[in-house]
T-cell receptor
Framework: DTEVTQTPKHLVMGMTNKKSLKCEQH?????MYWYKQKAKKPPELMFV???????INESVPSRFSPECPNSSLLNLHLHALQPEDSALYLC???????????FGPGTRLTVL | GENVEQHPSTLSVQEGDSAVIKCTYS??????FPWYKQELGKGPQLIID?????GEKKDQRIAVTLNKTAKHFSLHITETQPEDSAVYFC????????????FGPGTSLSVIP
């Protein structure tokens, strides 16, 4: 298996909802990433997990809560989001000692 | 911190022509330079990369060159095809997964049949 999968593909939520995004890879990668991408912009790093531990948090608001339950799975829990949080949320993974990152297809999130 | 600039922001070429996208970076400590292709509705796909100990790398119709002294690197696509139409991002980082990848603003390439 040589790909990163993300579910759901699309998500619409209200500002009071709680939802979660899921990312999975079976390439044996031990570094996993969450990025946020607005239209016509490059991806912006949110979080980095290395060996299931959070190693980088790019000052992301607490309404975004990441979780790495095991080496293959990465979740992003969402609560009390704002309309400006609407974006494409991308997951990526890489070997622990290598910089090459492989991206999933993303979850298109709309906050009403 | 690192800053990556990319030009042009949009590029339109006839099918069969070549396309060149240029990037500059600011941090001399960066030594890994990937290029990503993002098609509409999809995630970025790593298409080619180069490390600082190499000046040029080629993979079929795509090639990347790096001038570390001048801190610039370029993507060359030859014999362009309509399926090459996408947004291309250059990026710069250190050599490990712990190094933050800094992306350029992107180039929207259109290949006209």
């Amino acid at each position: 298996d040589t790909e990163v999968t993300q579910t759901p593909k699309h998500l619409v939520m209200g500002m009071t909802n709680k939802k979660s995004l899921k990312c999975e890879q079976h390439m044996g990668h031990r570094a996993m990433y969450w990025y946020k991408q607005k239209a016509k912009k490059p991806p912006e790093l949110m979080f980095v997990y290395s060996y299931e531990k959070l190693s980088i948090n790019e000052s992301v608001p607490s309404r975004f809560s990441p979780e790495c339950p095991n080496s293959s799975l990465l979740n992003l829990h969402l609560h009390a989001l704002q309309p400006e949080d609407s974006a494409l949320y991308l997951c990526a993974s890489s070997l622990s000692a290598a910089p090459e990152q492989f991206f999933g297809p993303g979850t298109r999130l709309t906050v009403l | 911190g690192e800053n990556v600039e990319q030009h042009p922001s949009t590029l339109s070429v006839q099918e069969g022509d070549s396309a060149v996208i240029k990037c500059t970076y600011s941090d001399s400590a960066s030594n890994y330079f990937p290029w990503y292709k993002q098609e509409l509705g999809k995630g970025p796909q790593l298409i080619i990369d180069i490390r600082s100990n190499v000046g040029e790398k080629k993979d079929q119709r795509i090639a990347v060159t790096l001038n570390k002294t001048a801190k610039h690197f370029s993507l060359h696509i030859t014999e362009t095809q309509p399926e090459d139409s996408a947004v291309y991002f250059c990026a710069a980082s250190g050599e490990t997964s712990y190094d933050k990848v800094i992306f350029g603003p992107g180039t929207s390439l259109s290949v006209i049949p």
